[in-house]
């Protein structure tokens, strides 16, 4: 089986037609960009991803597309984000089939769970699908925390590879750190630096889409134990990070976020379109113009 | 188009063989055992109904098998819940496909969505498949409350015929049922008096599941303003819901009440089994017996 | 000692003067006011009465005007509010000393304790001063909840006398109502009738300072079993309890609410100026004008 | 004024006889050991220092004990902890005659403000006593965080001094270093490397009472650039901290850490007892010896 060993592995937009139907060229030449950049793997239908807004049939399509343009450069993750268990192991099944290499699931959400019944969760996952396993711990989505005494005890009995921690808890992800020897990854794009610090494997920045040129110093940066550096790129990427509050006051959070990352692509000439999908409201002509003057700022344009 | 206009209508459970398959007869027996207790609809895929842990085929199939026991005589409600609104919208056709008389749907949820963009949503839903359209207000799952303006601004303009509030705001209900004409249902098994008392029209209680004969004579005794009858039997009906606690401790109080609630069915001679799915904790037998207990004590064994 | 047995006991405001002292002769006129409108007892510095905002010598001089004015007409409560068990005591002894009948305390907040300590914070207090004991469930400030089990020990053991419950939960409240002979008091405007209803004995309503009979006859209906007619006076003043609302988008809740109340009570001749404590942001002459049409409508003007 | 220039300044733990009184002897001890530890200052009534369980005057004498060991040789900052500006400026008055060099202030809480009101709060305690004024973010403690806009707005105008962060945000913190020239803290025990590395000037660890010189290393080591020695020395403390969970499952979270730390400079000799406030629940004769423990693991006895 593929092996995950960390590094920059950006969560992958999706790409929509003005019709909200599944860009493929669009896709293609973005997971083409993110290799071409040096990343060390990609995230498919992630939260970036838009992996909640995508009806079965686009998430699997989303994920062959890329596969296919890695053809084995890179490992492909694929988000096999839903409810429970059992619809979780029905996406396990179609993203094998669709080339993942890898698979990350989230605690079950909106049905009220119980951390006692999680490992139950996780283990049957795995024994469903013969791929390595990466818990996804993102509280704002689930509504709870991964303890880190579950994280623990499914490191040890090898039911997960890695960890994606979304959860801005460093201080727990020290522990499961300390404890384990899961492959951790870290979702922040503003404290990828401390995370790199506390010795997490690796990066799963959104706006990596948008600059993984810059996450790709700051990685290498903190590899070799250039801390001044990496603090520096973090610096410059916080900056540019600042983007996401572009529609603030007239959209929700996730509306601005995704819209000026796919906004800031579609500005670099990788993809054709920021579409976004429903219910998300899309940015207007003054809020794109200030997305691009923050690539500006970030000379990426 | 069906008329919702309230009364009684139990989430039904969603009877699963000891393989986790749905249990054809056991759902027939159900929908029946229902329908001849003087419900006066029956709600299919809701909460109670394990939605969130069904995949998409057994949730059609069992709105087709109720669908197909009613055939007309008491309308069905069917839950299309998912995370967003193209997700939501697949669910809404496949429902209406399979008999669905009214759809009940949330508002987004694991995506970070805000209450701008829910508007959006259930008119995006409401134009895609022509049934009326229940909106579902349940914070524990969703994360956030629908804000007493947007369901009035959808009240208006025609997107909702009904809201379902399993908020537990009593407060924020009544300023619906001031400042709109949506046929009302509230979730609460254990403040259903006080909900018709304010003017609510319709129960949805899962525990009714267990005992319809008990709401019924609830509901009606409120209908002809004789309150102390109505709270008499609310008290009776509130211990009996005490059996939702009878796995506290080992397990999460999902696993326990749909755990309990089934195996009251299965007491009661309803249904075969008390499977439920993964990754609930099956109550054992000191659970089972306390569940039986409580039925006895109640006057339904 | 004085027997608490329910009734409106509106939570009394505290009136300043423009340089935030204690303004004792608007508190008189307020006290007196409320005696003669027939209320069954005083709440002196709790939340409405600013009991938060006031250093502790204004607490204990407000509370000696009070008591003065009652001379033993009605049983005066008062607040003592506080972090923890040994602050608290201290004013549980300055309110004894300045004529209190009874006390009303929290459990602890700020410090982080946990429910299994709030059984000695609550003996401590009753073991130390010899006054009836009231426990107010106020979520919203305290930050969690009491749980009905620890309101049931205390009841059993004597400790408690009453409870106050603003938490707006009317299951949790039911629960202790059924399990204890605690009179129990409710801090909802807006859910009165439902208070009572479910067997209440009495109601703490903020706007009670502003419209004491309204309550009156709400209670007086409910005691004799007039629903219709308890319901009615519970939509007139569910409309005049918007008024809290004056502020919103200028400044916080709180600061809105009370500032409604004060100049409620100005308009009414009452109380002779609104100013609010720091750092309460005070309303504008178009607020103001707004509170006073809201008397209007409600007729109280 | 005194310049708070940063460096490590423990929160100090209040020592109590056996009748809860202060154990002034036993304070004068700690206050020396930790000067003589090289504290670069001592922060007295915090959290750790029982601020919310401490009488008025309880908290002035301490302040007074504390203010007379130090007598000049390091800065004695005061925390002013109360619900809102009029109470919290009756401290700020008393501490500053206690001989404070510093006031720490939280925004309001248990009175639903608003952020909107915080800048009024802060600036009327400054212009009340004329001392260095620290804002102390610790949203577990208030209920809200203190925006990144507000800190910044009450920087520029000189409001503030300084900012104690306790939220645990450090991509907040990071903002209010880019953003402002206050000298910033940081309330972490567990992430006190990452703080430093980010820029933060001072750490205000409350396991500082018992390990001050291990505080100290890091922080030399911080400051000199060598984050590997840095990071050593945090897993050290990492570990050691562990010691806070010795209670759970008995008892809060406060009552075993607060129970711990005095413990331990009992088992050091420091102080004469590990008395804690009412209502924390004491320290078991198995988990005294297992702070002991801990200790001994930590090189500490």
Excluded at 34 to 59: N, W
Excluded at 99 to 114: I, S
Aim: charged share 20%; hydrophobic share 45%; glycine share 10%.
């Amino acid at each position: 089986m593929t092996q995950l060993d960390g590094g920059v592995v950006p969560p992958v937009c999706t790409p929509l037609t003005p019709e909200r139907e599944l860009d493929v060229p669009s896709l293609e030449r973005l997971a083409a960009f993110l290799i071409d950049a040096g990343m060390h793997g990609l995230f498919v239908t992630g939260s970036t991803g838009e992996v909640a807004y995508l009806p079965d049939e686009t998430r699997y399509r989303a994920l062959e597309v890329v596969a296919g343009v890695s053809a084995g450069q890179v490992p492909v993750l694929a988000g096999i984000i839903d409810t429970t268990t059992p619809r979780v192991i029905e996406h396990a099944r179609a993203a094998k089939a669709a080339g993942a290499d890898a698979l990350v699931a989230t605690a079950p959400f909106y049905a009220p769970t119980h951390p006692v019944e999680f490992p139950g969760h996780f283990r049957a996952i795995r024994a469903a699908v013969d791929l390595p396993l990466v818990a996804y711990d993102i509280p704002v989505s689930v509504g709870s925390k991964l303890p880190t005494e579950v994280v623990v005890e499914l490191a040890a009995d090898g039911t997960l590879s890695a960890l994606k921690d979304s959860s801005g808890d460093l201080d727990g992800l020290r522990a499961v750190l300390e404890a384990t020897d899961l492959v951790c990854y870290t979702g922040s794009e503003t404290l990828a630096d401390l995370g790199l610090f506390i010795g997490t494997h690796g990066l799963v920045p959104g706006i990596g889409n948008v600059d993984p040129h810059g996450f790709l110093r700051l990685y290498q940066a903190a590899k070799r134990g250039d801390w001044a550096a990496a603090r520096a790129e973090q610096t410059r990427l916080r900056k540019l990070f600042e983007v996401i509050h572009v529609g603030d006051g007239r959209m929700g959070r996730y509306s601005s976020a995704i819209g000026a990352f796919k906004e800031g692509l579609v500005a670099r000439g990788v993809i054709t379109g920021g579409t976004t999908s429903l219910p998300m409201i899309p940015l207007n002509d003054t809020e794109r113009a200030a997305v691009r003057q923050r690539l500006v700022a970030a000379e990426l344009l």
